[in-house]
């Protein structure tokens, strides 16, 4: 897949290894929305961060790690895994051959993968549940898990319905914003928006 990964969108992906139990924050305010969807990740609590993003962001997060799993079980070469993620995918309403990798334009089929689940937080949560039974017996890195955690705050520039938020990891600046749009008086990241503010698809 051709896509440039932005710094944000890298600890979103990665963070899926965090583990423990999440709350709720108010989303009243970008800052409110940022510290609530980390604290969700950094406690493995999906189903809770999945509603601190735009519909088009949760299509592309869950969209993403339907096709890694795919991936890593055609990698694995596992046919009870396999029939495994293709139960797990049915449950929630995707349909694919998981022994095929999905064709046309990338951003374009993730979005149409998920397009039929009716709980994407609860979706996400269970595959990665899966992945990481599937890396058991694996060295797996512990940096990215503790980067979230580090991801810290810094302000919000503020314009009608759109927000340009820049945050620090682990003290260092970020080049690349996150982008926060208002919906019904509460505000959302825009992870979809944030990549192509920094020149990615979504541009």
């Known amino acids: 897949m051709s896509r440039r990964i932005t ?18 924050t108010s989303q009243s305010t970008p800052e409110n929305t940022f510290k609530g969807f980390k604290a969700a990740v950094s406690n493995d609590d999906w189903e809770s961060a999945f509603k601190y993003l735009t519909s088009d962001s949760q299509d592309m997060l869950l969209g993403s790690v339907v096709m890694a799993s ?45 397009t039929g689940v009716k709980d994407k937080g609860a979706c996400f949560q269970e595959l990665t549940k899966f992945m990481e039974e ?26 009608g319905d759109k927000a340009t938020v820049t945050f620090t ?26 990549e192509g503010a920094a020149g990615g698809p979504g541009k």
Do not use: N, R, Y
């Open 7 to 24: 710094s944000w969108s890298l600890i979103v992906c990665m963070a899926m290894f965090a583990i423990g139990c999440g709350g709720g």
């Open 134 to 159: 599937m890396s058991q017996g694996k060295e797996k890195d512990s940096g990215p898990a503790d980067k979230i955690k580090k991801t810290v705050f810094k302000d919000a520039k503020i314009e």
């Open 70 to 114: 795919t991936f890593s079980v055609g990698l694995s070469q596992d046919k009870e895994k396999g029939k495994d993620l293709e139960e797990l995918l049915k449950k929630h309403g995707i349909k694919m051959d998981v022994e095929k990798k999905p064709a046309g334009d990338p951003s374009a089929a993730m979005k149409s993968l998920v």
């Open 169 to 194: 990891v682990d003290g260092e600046d970020q080049k690349e914003p996150m982008i926060f749009k208002k919906k019904d008086g509460k505000w959302f990241i825009d992870m979809v928006a944030s």
